[in-house]
């Protein structure tokens, strides 16, 4: 098949299809053909087609399942403006919820709560499963056997991504006045801003001088209370050495009465034999 007859013919089933075609599918459109292109000439169509748009309004963009026709991101705000319904907006939460699943799948309720620090809506998980985004993909094996949640292709369709490895890592930061340049402050904001910060600084080094003296004061206590200790420790010593010296001299006085009752003793038994012998 003459490969610009072929671009015309994908456009146009691109363009008529309300979702994402893969290779697979835009082949089988051939099948009642006698003249079928094959995939590697479909997808060289494709690569073509690609190129051809880059001067256009719209892209052909290649998701996870598959190829489609949509609007470039530049041209979105007037593209919005046919339509009077206001634009989805997704709360906090739920894209807290979804980002935990992206980057942590598989992962429970639990653990998503444990890491949010509060508990998760079951409307959250409902519009998340309702809007194919997630799903279950198996139970955990802990007791109550809880839901393993992870991301689907209509996730990554939805988001312009191929796979899971397109999502930004956890690791780059960004600028913030280059993400929202109209947040940045002018000239007297920032001023008033210093101005706040110096008193915060003033009442900061106040409250740090106040905590030098409350140290200070504990500091005195505390030697206060050691040199207590070590008089006590002194007093305890003298006391003991009191009763030591009690000790020996209640000793030494014993020994004398026991010396003296021997030298009595001794007189005694002499006088006994010298009256012995005169008799």
């Known amino acids: 098949m003459d490969i610009k007859k072929l671009k015309n013919i994908l456009e146009a089933v691109l363009l008529a299809s309300d979702k994402t075609l893969s290779v697979i599918q835009l082949e089988g459109l051939f099948e009642l053909d006698e003249e079928r292109p094959t995939r ?14 880059e001067t256009r309004g719209y892209e052909l963009k290649q998701v996870a399942s598959g190829f489609r ?117 002018d000239a007297d904001v920032a001023e008033h801003l210093m101005i706040g910060d110096d008193v915060d600084n003033a009442d900061k080094n106040t409250e740090e001088g106040d905590d030098n003296a409350d140290s200070g004061d504990v500091a005195a206590e505390t030697e206060a209370e050691v040199t207590g200790h070590a008089s006590a420790s002194a ?8 009763e030591t010296t009690v000790a020996e001299s209640v000793s030494e006085s014993v020994e004398e009465v ?21 008799a």
């Open 40 to 53: 590697d000439e479909i997808r060289k169509a494709l690569h073509e087609m690609a190129g051809d748009y």
């Open 235 to 242: 007093d305890d010593d003298s006391t003991v050495s009191d």
């Open 69 to 185: 026709l949509q609007v470039r991101q530049e041209f979105s705000t007037w593209v919005g403006r046919l339509w009077e319904e206001r634009p989805a907006r997704y709360t906090r939460a739920l894209l807290e919820t979804i980002s935990l699943i992206a980057y942590r799948q598989p992962i429970t309720r639990g653990e998503i709560e444990e890491v949010r620090g509060v508990s998760v809506s079951s409307n959250i998980i409902k519009t998340l499963l309702e809007r194919d985004w997630v799903k279950v993909l198996g139970h955990k094996d802990v007791p109550g056997k809880p839901s393993l949640y992870g991301t689907t292709r209509e996730f990554l369709d939805y988001f312009n991504l191929k796979s899971l490895d397109q999502l930004p890592t956890l690791a780059e930061i960004k600028d913030l006045d280059n993400i929202h340049p109209e947040l940045a402050l």
């Open 258 to 278: 026991r010396s003296e009752d021997i030298t009595s003793e001794e007189n005694v038994d002499e006088e006994a034999k010298r009256a012995a012998t005169s």
